[in-house]
């Protein structure tokens, strides 16, 4: 059957949706068969622009419907992240589920998994056999620590990257103990980094040599490159950074302030320029004058002594005093929001930062939007995470298989 036949009738969500989007990706069909967080967020990120995702779950679910908080017994971390995908059940550890992922794979352009290494293999759906049926498909695949190396079967997740990459060892108070991020950093560097190697694979596939690609990502390296020149700092001087809370190594002032209302705000001085304008808005312009404030080194060396200064100043000034103040000084502020104030800033609201999407079970939601603008408006939300299973008849009968295949794959537990 041609590979044009097996694609997924869209109709079956609402056209209304669809209206206006502009989507980029379309005609991308993508099978998002990995568990979580950092796979699947790869796939959202893609759906986001117009590429067909078919969530591939085994029939008990994917964890992310049960995980954080819900209501009326609908996960919103599940609404959030299978938004833009449409969803099928399959047990891939059952020949017959390994028989269907074969027919899928054919006509599909991207496979995003992440189960540990050699279990696909092992279920003969591993690279080698996959590209055989598809030379164009492109298999992301998402691991702890990578396809290789002497961690390769360790079970690994997020929180594990964020401990062994030299994250948490810098993060927190210099005398308290490393810190940990209260949300999943690594997960979210890691699909930003997975949808971002798919598109190199896609174009390389597209316009160079017409071959898919296999991709090993780790969730333990992306993290690595935003942690920016510790390494090469290490390497060449022998430093190893440490904790210092929320100072700069390489600036100052540079912290967080309690203003007089009880609220915080952060303040970044990078350029000297700017770090002169803080001084005279404080009311301390003669410090500018010292030789050691002309660089970013001399400024951390008396950082305790600018950091007083700029907090004595903040401490008797509400925070929209300070932010106001800032702003005609052409200095660097912002506030320290919760998230019912990010919402409400009206820098987000302008960019439309946060949307508000249609749902079947829960009314409408508040969600983050597409990760950036274009000019000619491509991307954006066209559904949240569907039922499980929900596309099952679609995405079988696409494959062929009759209204009574699917039901005795249905009795068998395959589907």
Known sequence: MPAHQHRLNLDLVEKSALAG?????????????????????????LGDYGAEIVKI?????????????????????????????????????????????????ASADVLIESFRPGVMEKWGLGWTDLSTINPRLVMLRVTGFGQTGPYAAR????????AMSGFAHITGQPDGPPTLPPFGLADGLTGI?????????????????????MIDL??????????????????????????????SVNNAPRNLYATSDACWVAVSTSATSVASRVMGLVGRPEIVQEPWFATGAGRVAHGDELDALVAEWVGRHTRDEVIAAFEEAGAAVAPVNNIAEAVADPQYRARGSFVRVADPDLGSLLMQN?????????????????????????VYGALGLSPQDIQMLREADVI
């Open 21 to 45: 989007k502009r989507r980029g990706l379309i005609g991308v069909r993508v099978l998002d068969a990995a568990t979580l967080f950092a796979g699947p967020t790869a796939a959202a990120l």
């Open 57 to 105: 779950e085994h029939p008990r679910g994917d964890g992310s419907r049960t995980h954080g908080q819900s209501k009326d017994g609908h996960s919103l971390w599940w609404k959030v992240i299978g938004r833009n995908k449409l969803t099928a059940t399959l047990n891939l550890s059952l020949p017959d589920g390994q028989a269907i992922m074969r027919k899928l794979v």
């Open 155 to 162: 079970p690994g997740f997020g929180t594990l990257a964020e």
């Open 193 to 213: 980094a997975g949808a971002l190697a798919v598109m190199i694979a896609l174009y390389q596939r597209d316009t160079v040599h017409g071959r898919g690609e």
């Open 218 to 247: 780790a969730v333990m390296d992306p993290i690595l490159h935003v942690l920016g020149v510790q390494a090469t700092e290490y390497d060449q001087l022998g430093l190893i950074q440490t904790r210092t809370g929320n100072k």
């Open 370 to 394: 597409i990760l950036f603008r274009t000019h000619s408006g491509q991307g954006g939300i066209r559904f949240t995470g569907r039922k499980l299973g929900a596309d099952n008849d679609s």
